[in-house]
């Protein structure tokens, strides 16, 4: 099976602290043990590294921390997948002409990327954001 992580499952499952650890670290630890074939979108790691490495925690993570989390538990059993040009471009053009704005650009590119993957199952905390961005994708959109 062929499994796409969002950001916000990236973050839940490496942060203890996160509310929602516990339901994302099943995914991350099945992922890490080779249970399912791992897709994350290029963008999806620079934006789980910013997030990690800005979180209000107490002590701070470092970015050396960040790194480290990202490259040992995502990167390691990962494909990394990216858009190309014209791929941004008609994401872009199709937001625009549903007069969609802000931050769902970025589920947008995301499920773009699952699309262009094929994967079976698109794993995220924001259902309700995909299912907008990605309507034809209700059977693989899920929550951990």
């Known amino acids: 099976m062929k499994v796409l992580f969002d950001t916000s499952v990236i973050v839940a499952g490496l942060v203890e602290a996160h509310p929602m650890h516990g339901r994302a670290f099943r995914w991350v630890k099945q992922a890490i043990g080779g249970k399912f074939e791992l897709v994350v979108a290029s963008h999806t790691i620079a934006e789980s590294y910013a997030v990690l490495s800005s979180l209000p ?6 970015p050396l921390v960040a790194r480290k989390l990202l490259r040992e538990n995502i990167v390691s059993s990962c494909k990394i997948i990216s858009l190309t040009p014209v791929e941004y471009l008609n994401t872009i053009n199709w937001l625009a002409e549903r007069g969609l ?25 924001n259902v309700d954001d995909f299912m907008r961005v990605w309507p034809e994708g209700e ?4 929550a951990p």
Not at 139 to 142: A, R
Request: hydrophobic share 50%; net charge positive; charged share 25%.
């Open 139 to 142: 059977d693989v959109i899920v």
């Open 57 to 62: 925690l107490k002590p701070r993570m470092s």
């Open 101 to 125: 704005v802000g931050g769902i650009t970025y589920d947008a590119l995301i499920a773009k990327v699952a699309q262009k993957s094929r994967v079976e199952r698109l794993v995220t905390m």
